[in-house]
T-cell receptor, first 109, second 113 residues
């Protein structure tokens, strides 16, 4: 199968830390992406993990465990502009990318 | 600045009508893609193209057609055979295969009159 699962919605407070989890079917996995998408706009690339461990990019970090089929996106010092959908997806080889349904994050003051 | 331009942003289709969605990129990317986005579902691949004059069906190609006559352009036609066309359509491009991040356009929202 090509299942990829992430929570539908999350709410967090401005200035806080939030972790968005993603689990995926491990067969056919070649690497994992996270994208950010504001409503009605283009998804934009956040991170790509191919090896196990944590990759940090400013306020955003992404973690991967290939043996567990698990990733998370960590957002620190949340800002109101971080309210968006976060798409977890994995590269299944060639030109095939499998996308999750996305997690809608609401940041409240 | 380089990027991907989709037009129009909103499109309405009458029953039995074909409509064409435009996608242009000036990133000099070889690969281009069309996705459909529905509420509560992940992006689903309609068609992709690795190079000019070549394109391949994705997971949900029925009722759609594409062309790739120029590197910069990858238009999508939604034909009358597509019975449920109401969706948000996203065009993307990448330098090469899936290990490369995709750059997306701002999308076209298609609705049925």
């Amino acid at each position: 199968g090509q299942n990829i699962d992430q929570p539908t919605e999350m709410t967090a407070t401005e200035g806080a830390i939030v972790q968005i989890n993603c689990t995926y079917q491990t067969s056919g996995f070649n690497g994992l992406f996270w994208y950010q998408q504001h409503a009605g706009e283009a998804p934009t690339f956040l991170s790509y993990n191919v090896l196990d461990g944590l990759e940090e990019k400013g306020r955003f970090s992404s973690f991967l465990s290939r043996s567990k089929g698990y990733s998370y996106l960590l957002l620190k010092e949340l800002q109101m502009k971080d309210s968006a959908s976060y798409l977890c997806c994995y590269w299944a080889g060639g030109f095939k990318t499998i996308f999750g349904a996305g997690t809608r994050l609401f940041v409240k003051a | 600045d380089g990027g991907i331009t989709q037009s129009p942003k909103y499109l309405f289709r009458k029953e039995g009508q074909n409509v064409t969605l435009s996608c242009e990129q000036n990133l000099n990317h070889d690969a281009m893609y069309w996705y459909r986005q529905d509420p509560g579902q992940g992006l689903r691949l309609i068609y992709y193209s690795q190079i000019v004059n070549d394109f391949q069906k994705g997971d949900i190609a029925e009722g759609y057609s594409v062309s790739r006559e120029k590197k910069e352009s990858f238009p999508l036609t939604v034909t009358s055979a597509q019975k449920n066309p109401t969706a948000f359509y996203l065009c993307a491009s990448s330098i090469g295969q899936g290990r490369q991040p995709q750059h997306f356009g701002d999308g076209t929202r298609l609705s049925i009159l």
